[in-house]
C-alpha cells in the first residue's frame, strides 16, 4: 500500500508554479481565507473564514467560525487599510492571484469526510480595462502539493493577528432545528447529521445557484458562499 501511494504521489508534477504566466491587476478590494469540513467523523462539520474588505478610510476585518455541533459566530474588527499594501505586497512577490489555475491531486478520497482551504482575492481591474471586481479562487490544498504553503500561512496569520482591531460587532447563529437527526423534508429526504448536504442541493431554485448550508444564501454562482464565505458542497457541485 506505502508503495502505491508513493508512485501516485511522485507522480504529481510539482513544478506547476514556476511555470504560471505572471498576473496583473488593479487595487486589492478584498482577500479571504476560508476553511472548513463537513462529515461524520469526529469534530467535523466546522467553518473558519477571514475576510478583509475596504470600508471607507479604514478597512474591516470579518471572523466567522463554527464549531463542530455549535452554531456560528460572527465578529467584524476595524482594521487598517495599510494591511492591503502588505498583503499586496506577498501577492505581487508570489504571483499568488495566478495560483488559481492549480488543481488539486486527490490521492485517496475519503467517502464520509471531506474538507477545503481556499483563497478569495478580488481585484478592482477597471483601472486596467478590465472587471471592476475580477475574482481569483485558490484552492490551498493544492498550494500545500506545491511546497508554497508557507505563503498561505503567512496571509493567514496577516489576516487573523493584525487585522483584529476595535471590535465593531459581535453576532451569534444558534445550530438550526433542521439539523436534528430525524427530521426529514417533503418526500421523506432526511435533515439530520447525514442529510444536510442533500436537503441544500434539493432546494436549489435556479440552474446554476446553490444554497449555502451554513448560512441559507441561495444566489451563489461559485465556489465559495457570497454571504459568509463557505465552500460549496460537494453534492451542490455543477456537472
Not at 441561495?218 to 457541485?237: D, H, I, L, W, Y
Request: net charge negative; glycine share 10%.
Amino acid at each position: 500500500m506505502d508503495d502505491i501511494f508513493e508512485k501516485m504521489n511522485s507522480s504529481i508534477d510539482r513544478t506547476q508554479i514556476q511555470k504560471l504566466p505572471k498576473e496583473e491587476h488593479g487595487e486589492l478590494i478584498s482577500i479571504a481565507y476560508i476553511s472548513s469540513s463537513s462529515g461524520m467523523m469526529f469534530n467535523s462539520d466546522t467553518l473558519n473564514s477571514l475576510t478583509l474588505e475596504r470600508d471607507g478610510e479604514h478597512a474591516k476585518l470579518t471572523v466567522r467560525e463554527k464549531q463542530s455541533g455549535g452554531g456560528t459566530e460572527t465578529s467584524v474588527y476595524k482594521a487598517e487599510l495599510s494591511l492591503f499594501d502588505k498583503l499586496r505586497a506577498i501577492i505581487d512577490r508570489e504571483n499568488v492571484a495566478a495560483w488559481s489555475a492549480l488543481k488539486y491531486v486527490e490521492l485517496f478520497q475519503v467517502m464520509d469526510y471531506s474538507s477545503s482551504e481556499g483563497l478569495t482575492l478580488i481585484f478592482d481591474d477597471s483601472s486596467i480595462g478590465g472587471s471592476r471586481r475580477a475574482w481569483r479562487d485558490i484552492d490551498c490544498k493544492a498550494v500545500e502539493q506545491q511546497g508554497r504553503k508557507d505563503v498561505i500561512s503567512e496571509i493567514r496569520a496577516i489576516l487573523a493577528v493584525e487585522g483584529r482591531g476595535e471590535l465593531i460587532s459581535k453576532s451569534s447563529q444558534p445550530v438550526p432545528s433542521m439539523g436534528v437527526m430525524g427530521f426529514t423534508m417533503g418526500g421523506g429526504v432526511p435533515v439530520g447529521l447525514m442529510g444536510m448536504g442533500m436537503a441544500a442541493a434539493m432546494m436549489a431554485q435556479t440552474a446554476g445557484s446553490w444554497i449555502c448550508p451554513v448560512c441559507g444564501e441561495s444566489t451563489n454562482k461559485g465556489k465559495f458562499c457570497t454571504e459568509c464565505g463557505s465552500p460549496r458542497p460537494m453534492e451542490q457541485a455543477p456537472e
